[in-house]
């Protein structure tokens, strides 16, 4: 624990370093990022020790805080977990930011250090607290620190208000939180982890303590309908930046919702896992349409986001469900998909980001209408970003299929829960996350063919550059994990056990070798990526000799066929919204759209086509406008004039004297 | 795993592989037949892919490596696949490896590849047709899922030969009014991916309307041809996981001698002419729909899906 706290305190010691020089870039890139990252590496070791090695509840007090309030943590394996996502993908971004922050984008890099290493602190402090007031101020710390990281290049008017607008959620968001602490110690108002695991609550008293943390985290996390900010947040940030909130924050958020909802409370009725499951699916056939529609590549990368999150929540929301029914075995299941999902999620979603903000400092460019041709100028990251946009796509023998297969089997087991109207809703559950799963692949398609296939749509791009090699060891490092927990499910598996068992009191079945997983029972199913790349491996390297040898590899190089056409044009390529196409066909009602046709004898003909989000007119406008119009009103007792407001003092005086005789 | 299994595996593949371009060319000769002209010969597929792999291969200057790799990629997950679904027998040690969501997700991993690589290029067919498949494709394969759903509720397992091995198990000819919903949304849902007739023509030669054939017009000689095998292959393993599935009868079972194994191979043939004819006739006698026409056509296989799901319950309960 001393060691842990260390590092933590390390981070934040790189980060006031930041500040000596801080316009030297070499001292801040080359020397205390890659620092930084060692750090994380070390914080990731501490969470793996703490997983590997069972179920010791580390705690201390910590001499901080108010005088009777001191700080406490605890490290116990949903922490160990969390912290080994902090560690192991912190590692990657930092050596990528260590590339990445040049001087004049807008912040000083020793500013930005900072900021950056005040977030990754405050991340680890979240998950650390273990009790309320630690939890709430680290917490914030991590808003606002994000919210400055953000605003990097504060003088664009679009970030500051894409700012605002993450703060002003935030804090919403924070506000729930902070209501649901009040209610869940339960009247001890002891504000400790502990005195809140053991308050008894009233059922009622506990289904508002669980609305109230669905809707903080889900504020935090993206889910419908406060998911606002993310699509709006994440491409004003700089990519390390997008990558470390998409990658880690709303992991942060994600953990809160498990520390709440398993360990702070505990027994809830099925309708909360209910609840759950359907706002989870409903964000994740959201997110996944959405991103289908995008333009800009780091919206649809926040938009692909808010389905990732979704899926993970409905897992959780199912664990929840088989809990509350008593079914361990069912639930530790599905939560091992939530968790392995996060996982994945924060390792190919990262690595995705990091790679537009190669993307953007090779070509200045972030619509994807101007975009294109890059796998040609940008090997290395267009390699990489591969790995990451296959295992997105949730397709073997990558990790995001691992997780998405055993969701699936969480789902094809829930028909045992003993309740008939259960049993009719969540067949269809596993309908949306199939849907949701297929959908991201047309979107990651979308992305990886726009992005880095065809023509160069610009003539700048043919002089992109390739990223420098510190962010290519970022880039490769997530890729790395992405690998890994694709052809070893069952290490990472075995991984997540110990938090099964500590949140749902059972674990899945182990499979029989890393490689190998049988999560129910082995003649049910069982799944092997290590197996299916080798055999897809060795079909290949067949096929290849066989053709090689029995006839030739003579090529020649030939204009690609034009129709009979002149020439053709990398503007006659499918753009970004011809692959969206189909989608707004088919989900218009999703959409609010807005048309600019030509008419037919126009000289300039302009064909403009804008999609906006249902909620943000149909909710949060009126919402504005209603806070807005509150305030007018209110606004009647702002007089100006000294008299007035002795005679409001007086009234209250008098009022509360009332009271109190 | 033992070595005799491990070969007898290796085997299935290589015989599911070498049949099926039979497969497509019985196809194309039913179709022929009843559309009143004169027939290719059964064997023409080797012939086309034996030309095809002489020639010399012809790049667009753009391509990129990523367009090299995805035949082969393409042609392996098909052939992995094959080694999945208990075609012959049951007694696949690969099936351990992967379960039928993986197949799902193998499938899937040959759309991708094929859609990056016709994006490659750049030309305009080629990302059309990219663009039209992945929505096929995302309509598709929650539709085949939910048809896998109702066979795997109905026996425990999402492992094909163990589902194979229940359903023989039982007596008698029990109808399961899910199956027949699962049955006729399974088979839309192979009209759809394999690119045949009411979504897509695979004779067609008008660029508008393609959709596979937009997706692989670069391609020529070995690629084209690992292409056109693996498409061919496509077709065969749907086929298999629909006699797996819903007429599972004269699949051998698990340690099966010799002799039942030979008949098992002539039963699978026997189905795969009746299934190839079946096939020709759905093709010659439907209208080619409109692209946006497709969406409905799959909606509605996954609403029959669902709803298999759906009676399968209440009818349990």
């Known amino acids: ?661 | 795993m033992n070595a005799f299994a491990f070969l007898g595996q290796l085997a299935g593949v290589v015989l599911v592989v070498a049949l099926a371009p039979v497969l497509a060319g019985w196809v194309a000769q039913c179709r022929a037949w009843l559309q009143n002209r004169s027939a290719p010969p059964l064997l023409q597929p080797y012939r086309s892919v034996r030309k095809l792999f002489r020639k010399d291969a012809a790049l667009a200057t753009y391509a990129s490596p990523l367009f090299r790799a995805a035949p082969y990629v393409v042609f392996a997950a098909m052939a992995m696949a094959a080694a999945i679904i208990p075609s012959v027998t049951t007694d696949l040690p690969m099936a351990r490896v992967a379960d039928a969501i993986a197949l799902v997700g193998l499938f899937a991993t040959a759309r991708v590849f094929i859609a990056l690589a016709a994006m490659d290029i750049g030309s305009v067919f080629g990302s059309m047709g990219a663009r039209r498949e992945m929505m096929i494709g995302f309509l598709a394969e929650p539709a085949l899922l939910m048809v896998l759903f109702n066979v795997f509720l109905m026996f425990g397992s999402t492992a094909l030969p163990t589902v194979v091995e229940g359903s023989l198990s039982m007596s008698g000819l029990v109808l399961h009014p899910s199956l027949a919903f699962a049955g006729v949304a399974f088979v839309m849902v192979l009209l759809a991916e394999n690119a045949r007739i009411p979504i897509d023509n695979p004779g067609t030669h008008l660029e508008v309307t393609m959709i596979h054939e937009a997706m692989v017009l670069e391609y020529s000689a070995r690629h084209l041809a690992l292409i056109e095998w693996a498409s061919w292959l496509k077709l065969l393993n749907y086929a298999c996981i629909g006699f797996a599935l819903f007429v599972p009868w004269g699949i051998a079972p698990h340690k099966a001698g010799p002799l039942v194994l030979l008949l098992a191979v002539a039963l699978l043939v026997i189905k795969l002419a009746v299934a190839g004819a079946v096939l020709a006739v759905i093709e010659t006698v439907s209208a080619k729909l409109r692209i946006f026409r497709a969406p409905e056509f799959l909606s509605m296989a996954f609403l029959l899906a669902v709803l298999g799901l759906l009676v399968h319950l209440l009818l349990q309960s």
């Not at chain 1, 009790?131 to 990281?149: C, G």
């Open chain 1, 1 to 661: 624990m001393t060691i842990l706290l260390d590092l933590v305190v390390a981070w934040l010691v790189l980060g006031l370093a930041g500040l000596l020089r801080s316009h030297r870039i070499g001292w801040v890139a080359y020397t205390l990022f890659p620092a930084g990252a060692l750090v994380a590496l070390g914080i990731a070791a501490v969470g793996f020790s703490a997983l590997t090695n069972g179920f010791v509840v580390e705690r201390a007090v910590l001499p901080l805080g108010l005088p009777d309030l001191p700080f406490h943590v605890r490290l116990d394996a949903l922490s160990g977990c969390f912290l080994l996502l902090l560690g192991a993908v912190g590692a990657g971004i930092s050596v990528f930011a260590a590339g990445y922050f040049r001087v004049g984008e807008g912040t000083a890099p020793g500013l930005l250090c900072l900021q950056y290493h005040t977030f990754l602190a405050s991340m680890a402090m979240v998950i650390l607290a273990d009790d309320a007031y630690l939890f709430m101020v680290a917490w914030e710390t991590m808003a606002l620190s994000s919210y400055f990281l953000v605003t990097t290049q504060h003088r664009i008017p679009e970030i500051q208000s894409a700012g605002f607008l993450y703060l002003l959620i935030a804090h919403v968001g924070a506000l729930a939180l902070l209501l649901c602490f009040g209610v869940l110690h339960g009247g001890s108002w002891l504000m400790t982890f502990d005195a809140m695991r053991g308050a008894t609550l009233s059922p009622a008293w506990a289904g508002v303590a669980f609305g109230l943390a669905l809707f903080g985290f889900g504020a935090k996390a993206g889910l419908v309908p406060l998911h606002v900010w993310l699509p709006e947040a994440h491409p004003a940030a700089p990519s390390p930046v997008s990558a470390m909130m998409s990658g880690l924050m709303l992991k942060v958020a994600i953990y809160g919702l498990l520390r709440v909802s398993f360990d702070l409370l505990h027994d809830g009725p099925w309708w909360w896992g209910m609840l759950t499951l359907v706002l989870g699916l409903g964000t994740g056939l959201f997110g996944a349409v959405f991103a289908a529609v995008q333009t800009d590549m780091k919206r649809l990368l926040a938009y692909s986001s808010i389905e990732n999150i979704g899926l993970i929540v409905a897992a959780i929301g199912l664990a929840m469900l088989a809990y509350a029914f008593d079914m361990r075995l069912l639930a530790a299941l599905a939560l091992a998909a939530a968790l392995l999902h996060t996982f994945n999620h924060a390792l190919f979603k990262s690595l995705l980001f990091l790679a537009t903000g190669s993307v953007l400092h090779a070509t200045h460019e972030r619509s994807l209408g101007k975009l294109g041709g890059l796998i040609r100028r940008m090997p290395w990251v267009a390699t990489l970003a591969l790995i990451g946009t296959l295992a997105l796509a949730g397709l073997p023998p990558l990790n995001g299929f691992v997780s998405e297969w055993l969701l699936l089997q969480a789902f094809l087991t829930t028909p045992s829960i003993p309740h008939a109207f259960i049993n009719m809703i969540v067949p269809l559950g596993a309908a949306v996350v199939v849907l949701t799963a297929a959908l991201a692949g047309y979107v990651m398609v979308k992305f990886y063919g726009v992005v880095f296939l065809g023509q160069p749509r610009e003539p700048s791009l043919m002089q992109a550059q390739d990223a420098g090699w510190l962010e290519r060891i970022g880039l490769a490092w997530l890729a790395l994990g992405c690998i890994l927990i694709g052809v070893f499910p069952q290490a990472a598996l075995d991984l997540v056990a110990a938090v099964t068992r500590t949140l749902v009191g059972s674990e899945v079945q182990r499979g029989p070798a890393p490689w190998w997983i049988a999560p129910v029972a082995r003649m049910q199913a069982s799944y092997s990526g290590l197996w299916l790349l080798l055999g897809m491996a060795g079909v290949i390297a067949v096929m290849f000799v066989l053709v090689r040898r029995m006839y030739h590899g003579r090529m020649r190089r030939t204009p690609p066929w034009n129709c009979g056409y002149p020439a053709l044009t990398p503007r006659m390529q499918d753009t970004a919204e011809g692959f969206g196409q189909p989608i707004r066909h088919m989900f218009g009602p999703f959409f609010r759209m807005q048309r600019e046709l030509p008419a037919p004898d126009d000289l300039a003909p302009r064909y403009r086509i804008q999609i906006d989000d249902r909620f943000w007119h149909g909710l949060y406008l009126p919402l504005a406008r209603a806070t807005g119009w509150l305030a007018d009103a209110l606004s009647v007792f702002q007089r100006g004039r000294l008299a007035i407001y002795l005679l409001y003092s007086f009234l209250t005086l008098i009022v509360l004297l009332v009271f109190v005789l």
